[in-house]
């Protein structure tokens, strides 16, 4: 077996606090042995402060409100992943690792959090569903995904999606997943049909600059990609659909 991959922990050179919390949540399908979590060999100090691993019951959990493989959720994770979906629904138990903590100038905490998940995977875990990209991986399919020699890149931390606008002006491009870094997601709206490709990569920079430490405040210009016009709308919240989470919005420019 080959050496476990350290994930490493880039520093945020564009941080100042952004006033947001951030906020980790996965859930670990798996039969875990009684002993600890090997998470050294990945960099990995261990949860951090604010982060905590609970143990349940499958049998139990599936009675649970907001059990994640019930429901349309369940219906799409099987249709993505269907044997990652198997797995995790035959697993005797679920360990969820979930928690906030202050916004900060590295990114230490995720390669601490990661590095357990990965330990899980190594002592039984079987796999890994992230709620906040929507996001059901197989044990090797998460490895392949995360463990990557120079750390894996920022996107693979998100989910980037586009639907079309309810007026049917253009499309609406997004991301999720911005919570793991205490920033809002990013949302483009009216984006002309020649255009997706174009803004999928933009909503993409946007992402990774709020990533390594930047914010956006409300009103704030910006030209992007030689266009100007571009200026930011802040809103949402944790609690409110579809983002769950706070997000920094921009019109396509006519």
């Not at 679920?94 to 601490?112: N, S």
């Amino acid at each position: 077996m080959n050496a476990p991959i350290r994930i490493p922990a880039w520093q945020r050179p564009h941080w100042h606090p952004g006033g947001e919390e951030i906020y980790l949540h996965y859930y670990v399908f798996g039969n875990f042995q009684n002993v600890r979590v090997p998470s050294a060999p990945y960099g990995s100090d261990g949860l951090p402060h604010g982060i905590e691993a609970t143990n349940h019951h499958h049998a139990g959990l599936r009675a649970w409100e907001g059990y994640p493989l019930k429901g349309e959720l369940g219906r799409l994770f099987k249709d993505e992943s269907p044997e990652a979906y198997r797995a995790a629904l035959d697993a005797p138990q679920v360990m969820v690792v979930r928690g906030t903590l202050p916004d900060q100038g590295d990114v230490g905490y995720l390669r601490d959090t990661l590095g357990v998940v990965a330990g899980l995977l190594d002592i039984g875990g079987v796999a890994v569903l992230d709620p906040q990209i929507v996001t059901l991986f197989g044990a090797d399919t998460w490895r392949e995904h995360y463990l990557v020699r120079d750390g894996a890149p920022i996107r693979n931390h998100l989910l980037i999606l586009r639907d079309d606008e309810e007026d049917g002006d253009g499309s609406w491009v997004r991301t999720r997943g911005m919570r793991k870094f205490g920033r809002p997601d990013i949302s483009l709206r009216h984006v002309p049909a020649g255009d997706t490709d174009r803004a999928g990569m933009l909503c993409e920079r946007l992402a990774e600059m709020q990533a390594l430490g930047a914010s956006f405040v409300d009103g704030q210009s910006l030209e992007a990609d030689g266009m100007q016009g571009f200026v930011a709308k802040l809103g949402g919240s944790a609690v409110d659909a579809p983002f769950y989470n706070t997000y920094v919005e921009f019109r396509w420019p006519v």
